[in-house]
């Protein structure tokens, strides 16, 4: 073996951690702005492309693909580039990674805003930006493969399987979420509905959390939590073990967000069973970085990063275990759709996601610029004035949380306590405060460590690529023969593992998720249930682009309480033809799902224009834009035609015939509205909207009508 020099490309991390600082600052200042909007309506700035339903799934796209995300390839640049012993693979192909990441976040920040959603939680971007995601990916994993092929080192560590497990997972799962097909280059209908919809989703939307937000972060700990303390980590045997346990126990636990809905009971007990399953791993691998942390228990006092790592690892302790506690029945139907869950996830994405990057930010920007970090001081506040900020943030949302869902399920001599749910949500305000408040805090720490980071920088000026030397072992034995011995164990090596990668985390989706695709008789058939009307798909596709149903949920779950506020349990069958699913995951406003004729055409175009009218202390913001803007229907007869072709029964007279049935359904419409003394133009999109909002619930509600019927003359 003969030992050769090289230089890592350190320039590729450089990029990534200025881009991460970047990004932390606009997805965290975006936070605050929504969160102040909750309680603040004027907030909103009666600005269509301003309003919390559009600003919502900017910020978690912005504080998970971007600030996240970033923060993530710059540790895996560089941790792997020294684990594998080599230059990554291609120059090129990391340049094209970190510039077309940083257009999808630009692409994300211009369309989400403008409302083109397709409303699928953390996947809300569009079928382009989708397809262009995975060709970054794509690029990403070639580079990454080809890196581990040529490695000289021959022992692939384990933060190296965390990496390739995150990869693949993060693939798969991707391309399974966003089939779809497109209407026009910025509408695409996803080719699943209902509850195939929402299973699928979950399967995403839980193991997003699980491949984007913790097995890279596994990954970087494993590397950096020794490299701070300067120990070897607490034991190796258990990592093998937490590796993989985790990554195939994760992909069952999606249903556990589905809980007392209208998917199949098999399914919610098996998310239910996993869910619990996963505390060991969890555990055990926090537990791994705590033990070796507690090893050099002065570095903790004196060193940012060192402190950032601790509360980093206590916070995924805790967050791994409310996960699993919130997925039993008894507290699910409590805490669900409640500002608990957001408090929950705030614990983990700025605790456990953000502590993580800071501590390895706080290290690694000093040793890859060979100074000093700028202030020890600064940083030690940045970490005292985030956790105030936590802390501040997370409290308020737990009392909130346990208030609604103890509040609405209160009934007091057979009525409910709190009939009017704008009722209950009032009393939220307070909470809301302060959760801007620890939000804010959070985003001024964010600016005192970007400010360092960018003084060490600076102070440091241009650093050439770290000079590195290895043995060149694979080289000699490849220069032997094409298919030397070494480098071919050393390639399959890595092969092997990437294939039973796939395998572990492919397991539990497909036992989930096949079987309700491919058989929809355990779906309840709803005789009375029709096709949306064109007029009404417009209305439909405008409450995705507003993103009502970020605040407003569209499932009424199976206990008394939720069934004597809004009227019967929802049934799977009701949402056959909604591509996509709107069940949404949050309350902060009424459940609509049985909506539909309870208030008049006229209260609904009032309400959109003023929420205040009709529901004093609200703090919706206005949408009286709909009463202006008129109703595009350039494309109504091609989004009946893809309908079609996803299976809903529109016959080619449907599809000939969508804009004048259109016209007519909502020239009805507008001349009632017009009859009570309200000039309203037939062409708007507030009649689109209101004819959605008069049909939801209608089918499933004739159908129980008529069952009661029947079982009355049976009696």
Known sequence: ?????????????????????????????????????????????DLPWLTFGRLRPLHTNAVIFAFCLNGVFAGIYHSSQRLLKTRMYSDILSRIHFWGWQLIIVLAAVTLPLGLSTSKEYAELEWPIAILIALIWVIFAINYFLTIAVRREKILYVSIWFYIATIISVALLHIVNHISLPVSFIKSYSVFSGVRD????????????????????????????????????????????????LIFIYMWAGPHHLQYTALPEWIQSLGVVFSVMLIAPSWGGAINFILTIKSAWNEVKSNPSTKFLLAGAIFYLCATLEGPILSFKSVNRVLHYTDWIIGHVHVGALGWNGYILFAMLYWLVPNLYKTELYSKKLANLHFWISLIGILVYVIPMYIAGLMLGLMRESVTDGVLTYPNFMEIMD??????FFRAIGGTL????????????????????????????????????????????VQKAAENLGLVMGMLTLIAVSIGGIVQILPILINHSTEEKIATLKPYTPLEIEGRDIYIREGCNNCHSQMIRTFKEEEMRYGPYSRAGEFEYDFPHLWGSKTTGPDLQKLGKKYGDIWHYKHMEDPLSMTPKSTMPKYDWLLRDKLDTSYTSDKIKVMAKLGVPYSNEDIENANENLKKQAEKIASGI????????????????????????????????????????KK
């Open 674 to 713: 017009q009859e009570q003394g309200v000039n309203v133009d037939k062409s708007s999109e507030i009649i689109a909207l209101i004819s959605y909002l008069q049909r939801l619930g209608i089918d499933g509600r004739e159908a129980v009508d008529a069952q009661k019927k029947n079982d009355g003359e």
């Open 198 to 245: 929402a299973l699928v989703q979950w399967w995403y939307g839980h193991n997003a959390v699980a491949f984007v937000l913790t097995t890279p972060f596994l990954g970087l700990g494993y590397y950096y939590v020794p490299k701070l303390v300067n120990r070897p980590i607490y034991s190796y045997r258990l990592s093998i073990i937490h590796f993989w346990s």
């Open 427 to 432: 009393k939220f305000i307070p909470y809301y």
């Open 1 to 45: 073996m003969t030992l050769e020099k090289f230089r890592y490309d350190d320039d590729i991390v450089k990029k990534f951690i200025a881009a991460t600082m970047i990004w932390a600052i606009v997805g965290m200042l975006v936070g605050v702005i929504i969160a102040i909007q909750l309680f603040y309506r004027p907030f909103n700035f």
């Open 442 to 485: 959070y985003l001024l720490g964010t600016v005192v460590g970007a400010f360092v980071i960018y003084k060490t920088i600076k102070i440091a000026g241009k650093v050439p690529d770290t000079l590195a030397e290895a043995n060149s072992f694979s080289k000699i034995e490849h220069n032997k023969t094409s298919f030397g011995s």
